[in-house]
Nanobody, 113 residues
Framework: QVQLVESGGGLVQPGGSLRLSCAAS?????MGWHRQAPGKQRELVAS???????VYADSVKGRFTISRDNARNTVYLQMNSLKVEDTAVYYC??????????WGKGILVTVSA
């Protein structure tokens, strides 16, 4: 069964850092992270296609970095300078061309003092 397994979430203070990981059971061309805050729609945070086509949401540019390890079928999201408004459930997603074909269960990131 093809699946995505996220790890690395938790509670962090504003200004802190977290690193999310998502391991896929098979390889995908496109992998990425979406998030959904309470009462809001799910939104794209960052995606990476192939080795070098990267997209970031404007709200995270300069603070978050997406990367991948193709040998491990794993995508990472390094989150620095976290803000309270980054609090959300973060979902890993993957697909052959764009993210959205397969979803992980989600992992909670809480930014709070």
């Amino acid at each position: 069964q093809v699946q995505l397994v996220e790890s690395g979430g938790g509670l962090v203070q504003p200004g802190g850092s977290l690193r999310l990981s998502c391991a896929a059971s098979t390889s995908f061309n496109a992998m990425g992270w979406h998030r959904q805050a309470p009462g809001k729609q799910r939104e794209l945070v960052a995606s990476i296609r192939g080795g070098d086509s990267i997209v970031y949401a404007d709200s995270v540019k300069g603070r978050f970095t997406i990367s991948r390890d193709n040998a491990r079928n794993t995508v990472y999201l390094q989150m620095n300078s976290l803000k309270v408004e980054d609090t959300a459930v973060y979902y890993c997603s993957a697909g052959p061309y764009y993210t959205g074909s397969l979803w992980g269960k989600g992992i909670l990131v809480t930014v709070s003092a």
